[in-house]
């Protein structure tokens, strides 16, 4: 009973997220959980994506509580000094939740579904053999020694050390304190300052939260009290009649991990990254790459190529952190106190990080922050199809000699797979599927058919006719089909 294909540290939405995905896979998986649940957790906004993540696990129930509050409108300052009123139509349909309870909904269901839970219980050291991990745990009573061939460490910020941290964008840090519900409206409220920004939101328990994130440094000047006081004052949403009391910190400061894979001891959730607080999909973004992370755990247990594996991992982890750090750069430059106030100008360009002990992956992350990345392209055609095609219909085709073939991994039932991607000036990025189809094989029948039309019926015998000419259309598009 102590030997396990994979260990998890920590009980957060990234660990039994991870968990779950491994289960219904049919492997024997334990957890370690420090603390008692429910625990207090902050980070109850909880972005749209969340549903399509929880309707995979079928866990979809979960969100459906009464701590769940769903449709919340939101009024907003941030491009200029006037507020922007945002009704849940317009901002996607997100969540706010008590993190306590959902944080101990999905660890009943992950242990409902044949999880080894080991709570409360400290992790305490490990030793390296061959072919696994030996994790010493700390019980109430005893110690134990767990025996697994992955450890995913998803024990939060407390699962990384300062050392092994990149920092990504300037420090950081969060005040935060409740109010009463009746002193402000039922939405979630978000303001930029001269020296900061502040988020509130009403909570299941009947209070409002109101934080506030600032630099660190203006904290070592005032004492946070009045440093959030003052804050407060400057606000056009937040002007309670009482100003709250018991104001707790924390740092938010985002980060990626230098060397997230080492010997399959992998690490998930904010033991790998954090990101800005400021998009609030932060528990979205965990959960995410903890379902990438089991893929490639999967790869290697079922015998599949470990460096694959690996680098699939790696790729996925630094895509989403270099995505979100332009993103959030692009969303501080909007700022109406703009490149006049410190905070502002800050984070609206490139964060040179401070040195740090390289390797391979802290130096490609290095490399990519300081460069500007692109959208992701669409992997299907936009609406003007129909026009399109009986446009393109009649006309003759070829491929477009820019085109290069290039083998890259792919996600096939639940595990890796080498496949041949297209790679093409008009693509961000190599491509081997269009709405789950693999394209190379469509590709081969080009040279063979004559003209446009011909190509959409050919392939309507191997996917349905809509699908075919869909594809057709976002290929000449690129011009990866072109005219003769």
């Not at 039994?16 to 420090?34: D, F, I, K, P």
């Not at 973004?285 to 247990?301: D, E, G, P, Y």
Request: hydrophobic share 40%.
């Amino acid at each position: 009973m102590d030997t396990f294909d994979i260990l998890i540290l920590g009980a957060g939405p990234a660990g039994t997220c991870a968990a779950l995905r491994l289960l219904a896979l049919g492997y024997r998986v334990a957890m370690t959980e420090s603390a008692a649940f429910p625990r207090h957790q902050v980070g109850e906004s909880l972005s749209p994506g969340i549903h399509n993540l929880f309707d995979y696990l079928d866990a979809t129930a979960l969100l459906q509580q009464p701590h769940c509050q769903h449709q919340l409108p939101a009024q907003v300052i941030w491009e200029s000094t006037t507020p922007f009123q945002l009704t849940p139509q317009l901002r996607g349909h997100g969540v706010m939740v008590n993190r306590g309870l959902l944080d101990k909904d999905l660890l009943k269901l992950a242990v409902a579904r044949g999880l080894h839970l080991l709570q409360p219980a400290r992790y305490e050291k490990r030793i390296r053999h061959a072919q696994h991990w030996e994790v010493q745990v700390r019980l109430p009573e005893r110690r134990i020694t767990v025996h697994s061939r992955f450890v995913l460490d998803a024990r939060g910020r407390q699962g990384i050390t300062q050392s092994e941290k990149l920092i990504t964008a300037p420090p950081m840090v969060a005040l935060w304190s409740h109010v009463d519900t009746g002193q402000m409206p039922a939405a979630t409220c978000v303001e930029a300052v001269a020296e900061g920004w502040l988020w509130g939101a009403p909570t299941s328990d009947n209070q409002y939260r109101v934080m506030a994130f600032v630099d660190p440094n203006s904290l070592q000047q005032q004492p946070a009290a009045i440093v959030y006081e003052q804050l407060l004052r400057e606000t056009k949403l937040f002007r309670v009649p009482a100003l709250p009391e018991r104001l707790q910190s924390c740092p938010v400061t985002a980060y990626a991990h230098i060397q997230p894979w080492r010997n399959e001891w992998l690490q998930l959730g904010e033991a790998a990254f954090a990101i800005d607080p400021l998009s609030s999909t932060g528990v979205e973004k965990a959960m995410r790459f903890s379902l990438q992370a089991t893929i490639a755990v999967n790869t290697v247990l079922k015998g599949g190529d470990a460096v694959m594996a690996q680098q699939f991992y790696e790729e996925k982890l630094l895509e989403s952190v270099v995505h979100h750090t332009q993103w959030t750069r692009q969303y501080y430059a909007k700022g109406w106190p703009g490149a006049m106030h410190a905070f502002w100008k800050e984070r609206s360009v490139p964060h040179l990080p401070e040195k740090i002990t390289t390797t391979p992956f802290s130096q490609q992350l290095s490399d990519a922050l300081q460069q500007t990345t692109t959208p992701l392209p669409p992997t299907a055609a936009g609406n003007n199809q129909a026009p399109n095609l009986l446009k393109l219909w009649p006309g003759s085709i070829q491929l477009s000699p820019a085109i290069k073939y290039v083998t890259t991994s792919c996600v096939v039932d639940d595990c890796l797979q080498l496949k041949t991607a297209i790679r093409h000036p008009n693509l961000q990025r190599d491509i081997a599927f269009l709405d789950a189809v693999e394209i190379y094989p469509l590709l081969q029948m080009v040279p063979a058919i004559s003209t446009f039309g011909m190509l959409v019926t050919t392939w309507s015998k191997q996917v349905p006719f809509p699908l075919a000419a869909k594809m057709a259309v976002f290929l000449w598009d690129k011009e990866i089909l072109c005219p003769q």
